[in-house]
Structure formats: structure tokens, C-alpha cells
């Protein structure tokens, strides 16, 4: 498909590691329970929770630990691990936005082109509120709208929805495997922002959003 053929409606950003870097806060909230459960939980093995839901990232956690718990005493972990993220989200200052990000959205809103937000997250409208930028997104599709998690495409597809665009005019940003791969089943055009070793299924992939543009992007992935 070439650029001419090629019409951006839409924009939807995945929250943690593309807007903000929380994964580093999810790591330590969740070494911190391996701790109290008695093993070692390490940077490598946190890549394999980003992106997904929080009961999805326990089951992994625990799997890890070698550990078997009831639906029950799961819902109590997760709630813990999320007491303990809070406190540090809670501290969170606008200026951690990462770098360019802000901008590029300011410019593609100016361009007519629409901006959603669809993240597993159930704290997204918090984090977004307290890096004050919940304004830059029309529509917000998060953890608490949708049962089947990333890599179901039901995040993106209900942010599509929500901004009455078609998957195939809308670019997914994804910083997680299984966010681009939720983006690919859904139809979107996706462009990982990371490891391109990690992200190789994503059809273009940045390093992240410093100098960014819509006619950047769209030579991208034209
Ligand atoms: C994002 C993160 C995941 C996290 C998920 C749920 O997708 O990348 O690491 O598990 O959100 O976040 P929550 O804030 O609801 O625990
Ligand atoms: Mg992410």
C-alpha cells in the first residue's frame, strides 16, 4: 500500500511504555510480591508482562515462583501489588511524559487526525490525570471497558469504535509484543515504539517519539 493510498484517521496510543514509562513502577511493585512470596523476580522476566492485563501478569508471576493459589488469594495479591504500584503512580509528575510524545500528538490534533487511548490498564485515567495530558485523548478505551485482554484486539477495536473510524485508516503505537500483535488482528496499521528485535512483527517500529512527525510516520509506514 503507498502513501497516497494510504489515509490516517486515526491515532491510538497504548499508555505504559509509549506515553509514560510505568513499566519500571509495575516492576518494582511486582519484585516486591515475589519477594514476600520467597523468589527472585528479575528485569528480563518483567518484559513478559507488559501489555498484559494484571491477573494475566499474577498468573505469570506465579507460574514463575512455581506457586499455585486459589482465585481468591490471587484477587488479594493483585489488589496488594495494585496498593503498592498506586503509591508510587501517586507520586507521578508531568514531567515523566516521555520524551516527544506530547508534541507529536499536539501536531497530528492540529492535522485533523483523531486520538484515542487503549490500554489494559485500570489505572490509565488516573496516570492520565496526573501526568495532565488526559485532555489530548478523545476517547479512552481502558482495563475497565473490555473482559478479553491484549492480544485480543478488543482494547483497540472499542477505541475505533468510539472515534467511528475503520482499524485499517487508524495506526496503533504498542511498545509490548502482545499489544502489536493485538493491533495486527484487529486490522490496525501497528508501529512499535522499542526494541525492534522485540517488537519485529509491528509493521514499522521507532525507538520512540523525539522528533516525530505525521509525514515522518507516514513514510514510515507507507
Ligand atoms: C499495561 C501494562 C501491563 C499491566 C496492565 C494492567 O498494559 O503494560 O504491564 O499489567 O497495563 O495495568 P493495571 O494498572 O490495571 O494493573
Ligand atoms: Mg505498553
Known amino acids: 500500500m503507498n502513501s ?3 489515509k490516517i484517521n486515526a491515532c491510538i496510543f497504548d499508555l505504559d511504555g509509549v506515553v509514560v514509562d510505568t513499566a519500571k513502577y509495575h516492576y518494582l511493585a511486582w519484585k516486591r510480591l515475589a519477594k514476600e512470596l520467597g523468589f527472585d523476580f528479575t528485569i528480563e522476566a518483567n518484559e513478559r508482562l507488559k501489555g498484559i492485563s494484571r491477573l494475566d501478569s499474577l498468573n505469570i508471576l506465579l507460574e514463575i515462583g512455581g506457586i499455585v493459589l486459589s482465585a481468591d488469594e490471587k484477587e488479594k495479591l493483585a489488589e496488594k501489588k495494585n496498593q503498592w ?3 508510587y503512580i501517586n507520586k507521578m509528575q508531568p514531567d515523566e511524559i516521555l520524551p516527544g510524545v506530547k508534541n507529536f500528538i499536539k ?3 492540529s492535522k485533523g487526525i483523531r486520538i484515542g487511548l487503549g490500554s489494559a490498564s485500570k489505572n490509565a ?3 492520565l490525570n496526573q501526568l495532565e495530558i488526559i485532555d489530548l485523548f478523545e476517547v479512552i478505551a481502558d482495563g475497565t471497558r473490555v473482559l478479553k485482554a491484549k492480544p485480543d484486539p478488543e482494547i483497540f477495536l472499542l477505541a475505533a469504535k468510539d472515534l467511528n473510524v475503520d482499524p485499517h485508516q487508524c495506526i496503533v503505537f504498542e511498545d509490548a509484543e502482545a499489544g502489536i ?3 495486527n488482528r484487529g486490522g490496525f496499521t501497528s508501529v512499535g515504539v522499542g526494541d525492534p528485535k ?3 512483527k509491528a509493521k514499522a517500529v521507532i525507538p520512540n ?3 516525530m512527525t505525521l509525514d515522518k510516520m507516514t513514510g514510515l509506514i507507507g
Do not use: N, P, S, T
Open 181 to 183: 500483535e493485538a493491533a
Open 125 to 127: 485515567k488516573l496516570i
Open 85 to 87: 504500584y498506586l503509591e
Open 4 to 6: 497516497d493510498m494510504y
Open 209 to 211: 517519539f523525539i522528533g
Open 198 to 200: 522485540i517488537l519485529c
Open 107 to 109: 501536531e497530528l490534533k
